[in-house]
């Protein structure tokens, strides 16, 4: 009789205490570490996805997720109505060198208000860029009708 129960291998004791301490270490690391040092690095097209772009008649808006770059890798800059998303990171180690960048643009609404476009990197990495819209200029109104007269004077209704 075993103490240990016998699940097809001589491996199986150990392939459990591997997969409890491989669970426990994912535990502590997304506890412990910020958000850029567990992003899955195999992913190589990490920034392909322009992410969520929100054109309503409020506000624009655009949500990326930008985990696999560190804060400092990260630039939002406004020309004119031009918004300009950039990160950029290299890697050098003794195996190589490897260097990840994106760049993604967008022409900003007229009625936006530039002077009020504000971003916002979250812990988890999801970088969020908002600009409120001016009241529209051309929204409708009423127009009032003004009947004349016979002496062509003007009748406000």
């Known amino acids: 009789m075993s103490l240990i129960p016998f699940r ?7 392939e459990d205490l591997m997969r409890e301490m491989n669970r426990f270490d994912r535990t502590m690391s997304h506890q412990m570490a910020p958000y850029w040092r567990m992003a899955d690095l195999t992913n190589l097209n990490a920034a392909t996805d322009v992410g969520q772009v929100t054109n309503d008649d409020n506000n624009f808006a655009v949500h990326m997720d930008v985990s696999h770059f560190k804060p ?7 020309d004119n109505r031009m918004l300009t998303i950039q990160g950029e990171q290299e890697d050098r180690s003794e195996h190589g060198y490897s260097k990840r960048s994106f760049t993604r643009q967008f022409l900003l609404p007229d009625d936006v208000d530039v ?3 504000r971003s916002h990197l979250s812990d988890h990495g999801h970088l969020s860029i908002e600009a409120p819209k001016r009241g529209n200029a ?7 009708i003004e009947h004349r007269n016979g002496e062509h004077k003007a009748v406000k209704q």
């Open 72 to 78: 400092e890798q990260l630039k939002v800059n406004l």
């Open 8 to 14: 097809g291998g001589f491996m199986s004791p150990f």
């Open 115 to 117: 002077e009020a476009v």
């Open 138 to 144: 051309n929204a409708g109104r009423a127009i009032p």
